[in-house]
């Protein structure tokens, strides 16, 4: 599956701890990251990442474009909620675009676990079969 992993400035050691906690998980799938996020995560987790701009320079907007595309399978986004973004408009339209095509986010550590660990139990299989039963005929 295809995984855009984000963080904010505050939040990004959170998420390099916690792909290398579930890196054997995350090494089977193709990662997606914005510039420094993928940055560290190749650097400090030794995992090949497929870089994008950094969030408020388009990466959330390269991003929400990919799920728009059906690109995408899911996304890890550990947000700052007590810090303001600059950037929060193309944040706000990002986690829209993954309602609207039903893409699964992890916005916290804890979504992120219940949301990885299906993952590898095969839980996020619909993604894969989504068209050949009709999901989205509506």
Same mark, same amino acid.
């Given at each position: 599956?295809?995984?855009?992993?984000?963080?904010?400035?505050?939040?990004?050691?959170? /998420?390099?701890?916690?792909?290398?906690?579930?890196?054997?998980?995350?090494?089977?799938?193709?990662?997606?990251?914005?510039?420094?996020?993928?940055?560290?995560?190749?650097?400090?987790?030794?995992?090949?990442?497929?870089?994008?701009?950094?969030?408020?320079?388009?990466?959330?907007?390269?991003?929400?474009?990919?799920?728009?595309?059906?690109?995408?399978? /899911?996304?890890?986004?550990?947000?700052?909620?007590?810090?303001?973004?600059?950037?929060?408009?193309?944040?706000?339209?990002?986690?829209? /675009?993954?309602?609207?095509? +039903?893409?699964?986010?992890?916005?916290?550590?804890?979504?992120?676990?219940?949301?990885? +660990?299906?993952?590898?139990?095969? *839980?996020?299989? *619909? +993604?894969?079969?989504?068209?050949?039963?009709?999901?989205?005929?509506?």
């Amino acid at each position: 599956m295809k995984i855009a992993l984000i963080a904010h400035d505050h939040r990004k050691q959170s /998420l390099i701890n916690f792909i290398t906690a579930y890196k054997p998980i995350f090494q089977q799938h193709e990662l997606f990251a914005t510039g420094t996020t993928g940055k560290r995560i190749t650097d400090e987790v030794g995992l090949e990442v497929k870089r994008l701009q950094s969030g408020p320079l388009g990466g959330d907007q390269q991003i929400g474009a990919k799920i728009a595309e059906d690109d995408l399978d /899911l996304v890890v986004f550990f947000r700052d909620p007590l810090t303001a973004q600059p950037h929060e408009p193309d944040v706000t339209a990002l986690l829209r /675009l993954c309602d609207v095509y +039903r893409i699964p986010v992890a916005t916290n550590e804890a979504t992120a676990e219940i949301i990885i +660990r299906g993952l590898n139990s095969g *839980w996020l299989e *619909w +993604r894969t079969i989504k068209e050949s039963v009709g999901i989205y005929n509506e």
